[in-house]
């Protein structure tokens, strides 16, 4: 019996694209405000000590690098009547609202039993979004089919994105007053429980209306390679190689930025209990401003290609950082973080169209559309830049004294040590980034090249006679 193929439009919908980008929504909300809050609550309310952070940071980072690429390649070569990626966002989809509320659950009593259970919930938080977010992402390659739809769409998404993550940066602050203060440890259970309720919302509607079945890769989870075969041949790929590399250093720094803001506004920025909505908006400053400048970047990826466009987009990133090094005060806060947001944008928008071209070239070679496998070693490998974040700020508060969270005990080394987070170290990642950009082989006039031959596969796929 043959199964129903769901050809997409020929015409990009934007309400599609829109319905889709729902998604982003719930995927943002919670993962962002992991990396917001995760580390200042259970090293600054919960008083973990740093180095035990640091190994259940590494413990999850490792977990997630085996967890993620398995998914992704299992994904590759399912078969459903809702396809090959859907079944994932269901499986995910209401764990992913629990596990939002659970990570804020730790019993205090004890240190080790503390531990235990961050190493333990935060495991099983990227092991359920993994699921959601492996599946919604792997869409986003096969349902919008070249450059122009993808930019097109990609706006759209990045817009949502940029929502969510001004939700998972402002919201909590409407429920903790201070941050970094031990009493306010029950209010991020509440902020928690509220994350839960608008990932569900927003989850709804995107499984609702914005996922269909291409029908050009129905067939291809037949031939699509096992777990180790698709890790040999992904890194057998140049443009693949390069690309890891470029997303890594960027990962880095998204990674880096939000996790020591909470810090770097308490204690060099001064602002204090009561205030700690001044911390979320000016996250969300950076977030708001990079919709605008979205617009800018996306012109320029148009006319030179999208490997110009992201050299010159971690360029600006860096310079607009710098600032960080020296800045103290809010109101010069408000004019840096609306500043980050230009370089932050370029990032945001041309990673995404980047690893699709990839996967584009990819399909091209072998004949199979490797999305979930590709989008699953490509995590397995910037997993990796999270312990690279976590040793960073290990390697800065164990030289500067603060092991142990101790407010009283912020030195000006010890806000040195949050200036050198916020621009040195990212500083250094975006500049390797730019060097792997040079490197990366798809041009503009390589991927025109791409998408023609490309088209005539895809003719080839929906003509092909299914049993």
Request: aromatic share 18%; charged share 15%.
């Amino acid at each position: 019996m043959s199964e129903k193929k769901e050809a997409l439009p020929d015409v990009y919908s934007t309400k599609f694209a829109i319905s889709y980008s729902f998604g982003q929504l719930s995927d943002v909300i919670g993962y962002q405000m992991f990396v917001f809050l995760i580390f200042t609550f259970y090293y600054a309310v919960v008083g973990l000590n740093i180095n035990f952070i640091t190994i259940g940071f590494i413990i999850w980072s490792v977990w997630n690098a085996i967890n993620d690429p398995m998914i992704g390649a299992l994904s590759d070569r399912t078969n459903t009547r809702w396809g090959r990626r859907k079944p994932y966002v269901l499986i995910g989809f209401i764990p992913y609202c629990i596990i939002t509320i659970l990570l804020w659950t730790p019993p205090i009593d004890a240190e080790i039993l503390t531990f235990i259970y961050f190493i333990t919930t935060i495991v099983l938080f990227d092991t359920i979004y993994t699921s959601f977010s492996m599946g919604q992402a792997s869409m986003f390659p096969e349902l919008f089919k070249n450059e122009e739809e993808r930019t097109k769409a990609n706006n759209i998404r990045q817009i949502f994105t940029i929502i969510g993550l001004i939700a998972a940066f402002v919201m909590p602050t409407f429920f903790i007053p201070k941050l970094d203060s031990p009493k306010y440890f029950l209010n991020y259970r509440y902020a928690g429980m509220f994350a839960a309720f608008l990932i569900f919302i927003f989850g709804l509607i995107f499984i609702k209306f914005g996922t269909k079945i291409p029908a050009e890769f129905t067939e291809d989870y037949k031939t699509a390679p096992p777990f180790f075969k698709s890790l040999k041949t992904s890194l057998k790929n140049k443009s693949f190689r390069w690309y890891v590399i470029i997303h890594f250093t960027n990962w880095y720094v998204y990674s880096m930025l939000p996790t020591i803001f909470p810090l770097y506004g308490s204690f060099v920025l001064g602002i204090k209990e009561g205030e700690s909505i001044l911390i979320g908006l000016l996250l969300a400053l950076t977030f708001i401003s990079a919709v605008f400048f979205m617009l800018i970047w996306r012109t320029i990826g148009l006319k030179f290609g999208v490997k110009k466009g992201i050299m010159i987009s971690q360029t600006v990133f860096i310079l607009a950082l710098l600032p960080y090094m020296w800045i103290s005060s809010f109101t010069e806060a408000l004019i840096v973080s609306f500043l980050v947001g230009l370089g932050l944008a370029g990032s945001l928008l041309y990673l995404d169209i980047l690893i699709a071209s990839v996967m584009d070239e990819d399909e091209l070679n072998t004949g199979v559309r490797r999305t979930g496998g590709i989008y699953g070693i490509s995590t397995f490998i910037l997993r990796y830049a999270s312990i690279f974040m976590i040793l960073s700020i290990s390697l800065v508060f164990n030289s500067v004294g603060w092991a142990v969270f101790d407010p009283k005990g912020a030195s000006q080394e010890t806000i040195f040590g949050l200036r050198l987070l916020m621009f040195a170290f990212p500083a250094t990642a975006l500049f390797i980034g730019i060097l792997a950009t040079i490197k990366f082989p798809i041009s503009k006039d390589r991927y025109l090249e791409i998408k023609k031959n490309l088209e005539k596969l895809h003719q080839l796929k929906r003509e092909r006679p299914t049993l």
